[in-house]
């Protein structure tokens, strides 16, 4: 047998293990707030059909990557411009911090107060939550640059732009993706939270409807979807991560 | 040194550092005074801890002097200034991880300070200075991809890139194995008649620095003064086996220890 092959197994056996006692226990269950897989897995053939994929998945896919990608944009930009300075650190943040220690699903409400109820506030307070964690991880990098590759820039003349685009970020590539990483989570949350909060499009909203018309299979179908939405995007992150900077996240790299 | 032509000429105007740490001043350096005329090898050696490195800074400036004044080319020094290359001991930090030997090599390129060439010519220049420190066949690897050895070869050929006119050496060989030593040594020696640069090799070996040499000065003393000051006068090229067995070599050897003990 391959290594690949074992390796699969190995990781799949114990939540194939879990998903079959579910079944075993609750195969003859009547309460309707917990189905057995089987017939989450029947209300999964109802309900993901090319309608549903067209309106609530379309829709949660775009306000969740347009808002993690304008969050990210935003906080790789402003974190490298505080991360070479000193005195912006000094003005911005004790506010950022402020900010931040705020939970981001707390400062949904916030947004929606500002800008009412719309896929444009859906996507805002994704930027928002991605924004400042993102923002954070790239000012580190930014600032603790290795003094070695500073020096090396200085004597190839570099100044203050150049170092910061052709050596500082560069150097932070590690960080800044495992700050981007970290993001993801906090999108899908404060995307599913915000779909909950009366929007009625999305993938939250269709889990609070099924919940409130008690199709409590659909409600786990959505759940579910989420789940391997998020494990989806952290595979993909971390294959990718790997491939773009090697001698971060390859431990036997020596550098 | 008529034939090392292209180098710049430095002095060192009465150069001190001072570093203040734990709420005290610690003078490291203390006006010192010596000049390297256009074209020379001038060794500074010392004990570990000596402040050999801190001068070796000032003179790059990338680290200002407290008092005094450095001068290359006539021009006093205050950021570091255009056509000078620079190699540390520490090749694997001063190597960017992300771009792979090529495009290391051609960093200098991306500055102001080094006279525009063209994308074409650019790629020219590298493949010839990756020739000339024995990497061609290393072009698209990673530094992390490489060995010590090989990683320090990367260095010496992104320090020679530009054609630098003053080339300032770090303890260079001193993070590599004893044999791959002797040959970065031998190249350096042949890189460095080739480009006719000023060069200035700090090290703690003072083999090494009787072999690469024109003259060697010693750093010793808290703050740290010229010890002594030693012309080498051995025929080059030199060669790892007869130069080091001559007598001469065995002479000059004695006399820069017992300046070290001083």
Redesign the interface.
């Known amino acids: 047998m391959s290594r690949f092959v074992k390796q699969v197994l190995w990781r799949a056996w114990f939540p194939l293990a879990l998903v079959v006692i579910w079944q075993l226990v609750l195969r003859q269950s009547t309460n309707p707030f917990f189905p057995p897989p089987s017939k989450i897995l029947s209300s999964t053939r109802d309900v993901i059909n090319v309608d549903w994929i067209k309106t609530s998945f379309a829709s949660s896919m775009l306000t969740l990557s347009s808002g993690y990608l304008i969050g990210c944009a935003l906080g790789i930009s402003l974190g490298a411009m505080l991360g070479i300075s000193e005195k912006l650190q000094l003005i911005f943040l004790p506010i950022i911090n402020f900010i931040r220690s705020i939970p981001s699903v707390a400062k949904v409400p916030v947004v929606m107060a500002l800008m009412g109820i719309g896929t444009a506030t859906r996507i805002s307070a994704i930027s928002i939550a991605v924004l400042f964690p993102v923002l954070l991880s790239t000012l580190r990098a930014v600032a603790a640059t290795e003094s070695t590759y500073l020096d090396a820039a200085r004597i190839m003349g570099y100044g203050r732009i150049r170092e910061l685009i052709l050596v500082r970020l560069p150097a932070a590539t590690g960080e800044i993706l495992a700050g981007l990483h970290a993001a993801v989570q906090v999108a899908i949350l404060v995307m599913v939270v915000s779909e909950m909060l009366g929007s009625g499009i999305g993938i939250g909203a269709f889990i609070i409807h099924s919940q409130a018309t008690f199709m409590i299979a659909d409600m786990w179908v959505g759940i579910l979807i989420l789940g391997v939405l998020g494990i989806t995007l952290n595979v993909l992150f971390q294959m990718t991560e790997s491939r773009i900077a090697p001698w971060y996240f390859d431990s036997k790299i020596q550098s | 040194m008529t034939h090392r032509t292209n180098g710049f000429t430095v002095l060192v105007k009465g150069a001190g550092k001072t570093f203040f740490d734990n709420g005290k001043d610690s003078v490291i350096l203390e006006n010192l005074n010596f000049g390297v005329t256009a074209g020379e090898i001038l060794a500074i050696c010392g004990l570990s801890g000596v402040g050999k490195s801190t001068l070796l800074r000032l003179i790059?400036?990338?680290t200002a002097a407290t008092s005094g004044e450095i001068e290359i080319d006539g021009k006093s020094v205050v950021?570091?200034p255009?056509k000078?290359?620079?190699v540390?001991q520490?090749y694997?930090?001063?190597l960017?991880?992300?771009?792979n030997v090529a495009r290391n090599v051609g960093?200098?390129f991306?500055?102001?300070?080094?006279e525009p060439l063209s994308k074409a010519d650019q790629k020219v220049r590298i493949a010839e200075v990756l020739t000339e420190v024995g990497l061609t066949h290393a072009a698209n690897l990673?530094?992390?991809q490489l060995s010590g050895g090989m990683q320090q070869r990367v260095a010496i050929a992104?320090a020679l890139i530009a054609r630098p006119r003053l080339l300032l050496l770090d303890e260079p060989f001193a993070s590599v194995d004893a044999h791959v030593r002797l040959e970065l040594e031998d190249l350096v020696a042949k890189l460095v008649e080739e480009y006719g640069v000023t060069t200035i090799l700090v090290t703690h070996d003072v083999d090494e620095a009787i072999y690469m040499a024109d003259r060697v000065i010693i750093l010793s003393g808290a703050p740290a003064r010229i010890g002594m000051e030693m012309q080498v006068g051995l025929s080059r090229p030199r060669n790892q086996v007869t130069t080091r067995a001559d007598t001469k070599f065995a002479e000059k050897r004695n006399q820069l220890y017992l300046g070290l003990r001083k």
Do not use: H, N, V
């Not at chain 2, 960017?96 to 771009?99: D, G, N, Q, V």
């Open positions: 790059s400036g990338l950021t570091p255009e000078i290359g620079f540390t520490d694997s930090k001063s960017f991880p992300w771009l960093m200098p991306k500055s102001l300070k080094s990673f530094p992390w992104r």
